[in-house]
C-alpha cells in the first residue's frame, strides 16, 4: 500500500495539526449548535424515551407489537423487518439472477435475448420506479378483501394481503422445529462421513436426498397416523377481514418482488461475467467427457465461477440489505419507517438516527463478515 | 516459411468450405437441438408472445387515443393517452408557475445540453469548471428569477424535471471533486490522520442505506446551523446528496489509483516534482482513466437514486407523476403516468451507458 517510506516531516505534522484543528473545531461548532437548538425546543439528548410508549402500530411484525408497546419494542421489531425482507430479496435476486446469467451465457437463441432485454431494462431503471408501478399495479388489480381471490378456500389473496393457513404451537410445531435444526446438521455430517469414505475408498455414497426423504417420510407419516396433532387455524373472513390463519401483507410481497428482479439483473451480470471468466477448456473438456449442460454447469462451472463472484456478490447483498429501506415509500413497517414516524411523534432525530444507522451498520458488517467467510472456503487454498 | 511454402501445394481459394447450413436448420438446432432446449423455446415463447400481446392491446389496441376526449377513457380497457396529453405540463414541471414554466423547460435544456458538452473528451480539462460555473448561475437565475426582470418563484415550487436533473447533475458535479480527494486522502500514506478519517468516512457512508443519509440532511443538518439560519429542503438534499455519492465515487477511484504502477511515482518523484504536480499531471490522469468503467457505473447508479428524493418529500418527476394521478378525475390512470417516466429513465440511462461504452472503446 505505502508508496514511499514512512518518514515525519514537519509539513505532514502541519498539515495533520491543522486537520484536525479543523475538525474539533467543526465538530464542537456542530454539537454546540445542536445542543441550541434543542434547548430552544426543550429536550436534550437521551435514550430514555426508548422505554416510553409509543403508541402507534405497526402493519405486520414477527414478534408481537401493539399500540402499547415501547419505542424499543417497535424498533427492533423494525429492525426484524428489515432483516426479514433482506433475506427474502438476497433468495428472489440470487435465483433470478443465477437463472438469467446463464440463460445470458447459453447459446440459445431466444434465451439469450430475453436475458439481454431483462438485464438491460433492470440496468436502466430506478427501483424506486419498479417498485411504485408494481404497487400501483398491485392496488389496481388485485380485488378488495371481501372479493378476495380464494384458492380452495385456503389461500386468500386481496390489495390489502395474502392469507394462508398457519400451523398453530403445539406437538406438531415442536416436531417441525427439531427436525428444521438437526436436518443441516446431519448433513452436514453425514457428508463429512461420505467425503471421508470417497476420499479412502472411492465409494460414493448419496447423502441429500436419503437424509432429506428420510425426515420427510417421518413427517409424513406423524400426519398419516396423528403420532403429533398438527392444529392448524384458517383464515376465515369476519367483518372487513381475515381472521386467523396468516398473512403477509401486499407491501411486502411487492417489495419482495421488485427488489428481486431489481436486483436479480444485476446479479445476472455478476453471474454472466463469472461464467465468462471460466476457461474455455473446461466447457468443451466437460463436453467431451459426455456431461449433459446441466450437469457441466453444475458439477464443472458453476464451482468455479463460484469464487470469483463471490466478492462482488457480498458487495450486491450489502446493496440489497441497504436498499431495502425504500419500504418506507409504500408504507411497510421497516427500521427506517418506524424511525421516521418515531422521529415525528418525539422529535429525537440524533438518537433515532445513530441508533438506526448503528442497526445497519451492525447488518452490514454481520453480511460481510459472512461473505467473507463462505470466500475462505470456497477459494482455492495452496498446498 | 518460403522454402516449405514452396514444396506444400498452395489450397486453391474456395476449395474448403464451411458446409452450407440452411436456415430451417439453424432452426432447429438451435431452438430444438434436445429437449432442453425445446422445452426453453416453448416457455420463452409463450412468455414472450403473452407479453407482446398484452403491451400491444394495453398501448394500441384497447386504449384511448391521444386526441380522443377524456370522457372516453372510461370506456376502454387499455391506457388512457388523453390523460398523458392533459398532464404532461405538469409531470414535466409540477406545481411551476404556469406561464412561467418555459423557464423550468429551458433550465432543463440548460442542463442537458451542458451535459452533452461536458461528455466531449476535448471538453475535460479545465474549462469544465468555467462552463458549469456559468450553466449553475444561470440555472439559479432562471428557476429562481428576481433578476431581469424575471418574476420570483419560491424553491418550493420548483418541480419536475429541473428539479431531478438539477440534484442529479449538481449533486455528481460536487461529488466528484470531493470524491477524488477523499480517495486521494486514503491512497496516502504521509499522514496517517487525515487517512483514517478518509477510510472511516467511506466506509461509515457506505455502510448505511442512502434514504438514511438524506434524512441526516433533512433532520439533522438544520439542527446543526446556528440560530436564524434556515436551510431550504432542497439545499439540504444537495448536501446529502453529495456527502452520500463522494464516498461511492471516492471508492471507485481507489480501484485506479491502486492500478498505477510505482515506477510512475518513482519517476515523478525522481522528477522532483512536489505531491501536489505528481498527482496531478502524473498519477490522476492514469487513476482516472483506468477507473472510467466504475466511476459511469457509480454516475448511472447516483442517476438512478436520485430518485430516491421523493421518499423526503422533493418533488422529481416520480412525485409530479403521482401527482397527476393524485386529480380525482385521472385516478386510475397511474400506470401510464409512471410508463412515461420509466420511458425518460430509459433513454437517459441508455445514453449514459452508451457513452460509459464508448469511452471504454476509445481508451482501450
Known amino acids: 500500500m505505502s ?11 502541519f498539515w495533520q495539526a491543522g486537520f484536525i484543528l479543523l475538525l474539533v473545531f467543526a465538530l ?31 402493519n405486520e411484525s414477527l414478534i408481537p407489537v401493539s399500540s402499547e408497546s415501547s419505542y424499543g419494542e417497535v424498533l427492533f421489531a423494525g429492525a426484524i423487518n428489515t432483516v426479514v425482507l433482506s433475506l427474502i430479496c438476497i433468495l428472489g435476486a440470487t435465483f433470478i439472477g443465477v437463472v438469467m446469467g446463464v440463460l445470458r451465457t447459453s447459446n440459445h ?22 417498485l411504485l408501478a408494481l404497487f400501483l399495479a398491485a392496488i389496481n388489480t388485485l380485488p378488495p378483501v371481501r372479493q378476495s381471490w380464494a384458492l380452495h378456500d385456503m389461500v386468500f389473496l386481496s390489495n390489502r394481503a395474502l392469507y394462508f393457513p398457519a400451523l398453530e404451537a403445539g406437538s406438531g410445531m415442536r416436531l417441525l422445529i427439531v427436525f428444521a435444526c438437526l436436518w443441516p446438521v446431519s448433513l452436514f455430517v453425514l457428508g463429512r462421513v461420505a467425503r471421508r469414505i470417497q476420499d479412502t475408498s472411492g465409494a460414493v455414497y448419496p447423502v441429500f436426498w436419503p437424509v432429506t426423504g428420510f ?24 367483518g372487513f377481514d381475515f381472521q386467523g390463519g396468516h398473512r403477509i401483507s401486499i407491501q411486502f410481497l ?12 444485476q446479479v445476472a451480470e455478476l453471474v454472466r461475467g463469472a461464467i465468462e471468466a471460466v476457461p474455455k477448456g473446461q466447457f468443451e473438456a466437460s463436453r467431451a467427457t459426455g456431461l449433459s449442460f446441466l450437469q457441466m454447469m453444475r458439477l464443472v462451472v458453476l464451482p468455479q465461477a463460484v469464487r470469483i463472484v463471490v466478492p462482488p456478490m457480498g458487495n450486491q447483498y450489502l446493496n440489497i440489505t441497504k436498499n431495502t429501506s425504500i419500504a418506507l415509500a409504500v408504507g411497510y413497517s421497516d427500521l427506517v419507517s418506524v424511525m421516521t414516524t418515531s422521529i415525528n411523534q418525539t422529535f429525537r432525530p440524533i438518537e433515532l438516527m445513530t441508533l438506526s444507522m448503528g442497526v445497519y451498520l451492525a447488518i452490514c458488517l454481520a453480511v460481510s463478515f459472512a461473505v467473507n467467510a463462505y470466500n475462505a472456503r470456497v477459494s482455492l487454498r495452496g498446498g | 516459411m518460403s522454402v516449405i511454402s514452396r514444396d506444400v501445394p498452395v489450397m486453391k481459394e474456395g476449395a474448403l468450405q464451411a458446409p452450407r447450413v440452411g436456415l430451417v436448420q439453424q432452426v432447429r438446432g ?50 388512457c393517452w388523453p390523460f398523458v396529453v392533459e398532464k404532461y405540463r405538469l409531470i414535466l414541471f409540477g406545481t411551476y408557475p404556469y406561464v412561467e414554466q418555459w423557464r423550468s423547460f429551458l433550465a432543463s435544456v440548460l442542463l442537458i445540453v451542458a451535459v452533452a458538452v461536458s461528455m466531449l473528451p476535448s471538453f475535460h480539462n479545465g474549462r469544465l469548471v468555467w462552463l458549469w460555473s456559468v450553466v449553475g448561475a444561470s440555472f439559479y437565475v432562471l428557476m429562481r428569477g428576481g433578476y431581469f426582470g424575471l418574476d420570483y418563484v419560491q424553491p418550493e415550487r420548483w418541480n419536475g424535471l429541473p428539479v431531478l436533473l438539477m440534484l442529479a447533475i449538481f449533486g455528481l458535479v460536487f461529488a466528484f471533486p470531493v470524491g477524488v480527494l477523499l480517495s486521494l486522502a486514503r491512497y496516502q500514506s504521509q499522514l496517517p490522520s487525515i487517512r483514517a478519517f478518509a477510510v472511516l468516512y467511506i466506509e461509515l457512508v457506505r455502510g448505511v442505506p442512502m434514504i438514511m443519509v438524506l434524512f441526516l440532511g433533512l433532520f439533522v443538518l438544520p439542527l446543526m446551523m446556528p ?20 464516498a461511492y465515487f471516492a471508492e471507485a477511484v481507489r480501484g485506479g489509483l491502486q492500478s498505477v504502477p510505482r515506477g510512475q511515482h518513482e519517476a515523478a518523484d525522481s522528477q522532483g516534482l512536489g505531491y501536489v504536480q505528481k ?52 385516478q386510475h390512470y397511474g400506470l401510464e403516468a409512471y410508463l412515461l417516466v420509466g420511458i425518460w429513465y430509459l433513454a437517459t440511462c441508455w445514453c449514459l451507458s452508451s457513452y460509459s461504452r464508448w469511452l471504454e472503446a476509445r481508451t482501450s
Open chain 2, 30 to 79: 438451435n431452438l430444438f437441438g434436445s429437449k432442453r432446449d425445446a422445452l426453453l423455446t416453448v416457455v420463452l415463447g409463450a412468455v414472450i408472445v403473452a407479453a407482446v400481446y398484452f403491451a400491444v392491446d394495453w398501448l394500441l389496441l384497447s386504449a384511448a387515443a391521444p386526441w380522443a376526449p377524456a370522457e372516453s377513457c372510461a370506456a376502454v380497457a387499455g391506457a
Open chain 2, 227 to 246: 440560530e436564524g439560519i434556515t436551510l431550504s429542503p432542497l439545499l439540504t438534499t444537495m448536501i446529502a446528496l453529495v456527502f452520500f455519492h463522494s
Open chain 1, 254 to 265: 411487492v417489495l419482495a418482488a421488485a427488489l428481486s428482479i431489481y436486483h436479480g439483473g
Open chain 2, 279 to 330: 498527482t496531478r499531471l502524473i498519477i490522476l490522469p492514469q487513476a482516472l482513466q483506468r477507473s472510467m468503467p466504475e466511476i459511469m457505473n457509480t454516475v448511472l447508479g447516483a442517476y438512478k437514486d436520485t430518485s430516491l428524493v421523493v421518499i423526503i418529500g422533493i418533488h422529481d418527476i416520480m412525485a409530479t407523476a403521482k401527482m397527476a394521478f393524485s386529480d380525482p378525475s385521472w
Open chain 1, 28 to 58: 464542537v461548532l456542530a454539537v454546540r449548535n445542536i445542543d441550541a437548538n434543542l434547548a430552544r425546543a426543550g429536550i436534550s439528548v437521551s435514550f430514555d424515551f426508548l422505554s416510553s410508549h409509543a403508541g402507534f402500530d405497526i
Open chain 1, 215 to 238: 425426515f420427510a417420510a417421518v413427517v409424513a407419516a406423524s400426519v398419516l397416523f396423528g403420532w403429533v396433532d398438527y392444529p392448524i387455524s384458517y383464515p376465515v373472513l369476519q
Open chain 1, 3 to 13: 508508496v514511499m517510506p514512512r518518514r515525519i516531516t514537519k509539513a505532514a505534522v
Open chain 1, 109 to 130: 437463441y431466444l434465451g439469450v435475448r430475453v436475458a439481454l432485454v431483462y438485464i438491460e431494462v433492470m440496468r436502466n431503471l430506478p427501483k424506486l420506479l419498479i
